[in-house]
């Protein structure tokens, strides 16, 4: 049976700003290391053979390099600079795509994504096209009205998270498109273009690191893993 190419495009364009830190948060250290090493160790744990692609912004690409060396990281991937938004981000990194395959697509900042959905998610798409992963809210949830807000049904919604990975072709032609307000992720862009999305069960664990507190929990997973 040939091996379908499994790329992994890890999007790391974030500030400091709401980490209320002087660093990047994708370079904030976890566990003895920056986050973004962690992120890119889990995609080697599920295949060493997955391409990965480093989106960063340029000014950040040589200190990437620096912490690479301080920290002794030689996991092969490649450094690709990012765009002024996400989208254009994500584009970049397509652009380091070769032919077939298939491409997920992951915040550098969710470096405690599970194994086991890193590989459902590429399982999904290999089958449906598109696989996005996504939990239920725990909490109840109102929608804002003209008038105020009303109680919705929580089981009618879903967190959306990531990876989310997509056939090469699908991905590719869905960033062909001009860049819209709409477009929050790429499960968004791809839908735009009348695809449909598969959603697959992700984890509570599969956290964004956005702020400080984000950080605490971060620190208390990573203690809990080497239990």
């Known amino acids: 049976m040939v091996q379908v190419p499994e790329y992994a495009i890890i999007v790391a364009g974030g500030s400091g700003t709401r ?4 660093l990047p948060k994708q370079f904030i250290e976890v566990a003895g290391k920056p986050i973004l ?4 160790e889990q995609f080697y744990r599920y295949n060493p053979a997955v391409r990965l692609i480093v989106v960063l912004p340029q000014e950040q690409i040589t200190t990437w390099r620096e912490l690479c060396r301080k920290y002794t990281f030689k996991l092969f991937h490649m450094t690709v600079a990012g765009g002024a938004t996400r989208f254009g981000s994500v584009k970049n990194g397509l652009g ?5 395959g298939l491409v997920a697509v992951h915040d550098g900042v969710r470096p405690f994504v599970e194994v086991e959905t890193i590989r459902a998610a590429y399982e999904a798409a290999a089958k449906f096209g598109s696989a996005v992963v996504a939990v239920s809210p725990k909490d109840s949830i109102r929608e804002l009205t003209g008038e105020g807000s009303r109680a919705v049904p929580r089981a009618n919604y879903k967190l959306v998270q990531t990876p ?20 929050t992720d790429d ?15 992700g984890s509570y664990r599969n956290i964004k690191i956005t702020t400080p507190e984000d950080l605490v929990l971060a620190e208390a997973f990573a203690a809990q893993d080497k239990m």
Not at 19 to 22: G, N
């Open 19 to 22: 980490m209320q830190h002087s």
């Open 37 to 40: 090493m962690h992120t890119i």
């Open 96 to 100: 380091a795509v070769m032919g077939d």
């Open 164 to 183: 989310q990975c997509f056939k090469a072709s699908i991905l590719r032609s869905a960033y062909e498109q001009p860049e819209q307000e709409h477009f």
């Open 187 to 201: 499960a968004s862009v791809v839908e735009s273009t009348g695809e449909k999305i598969k959603l697959v069960e």
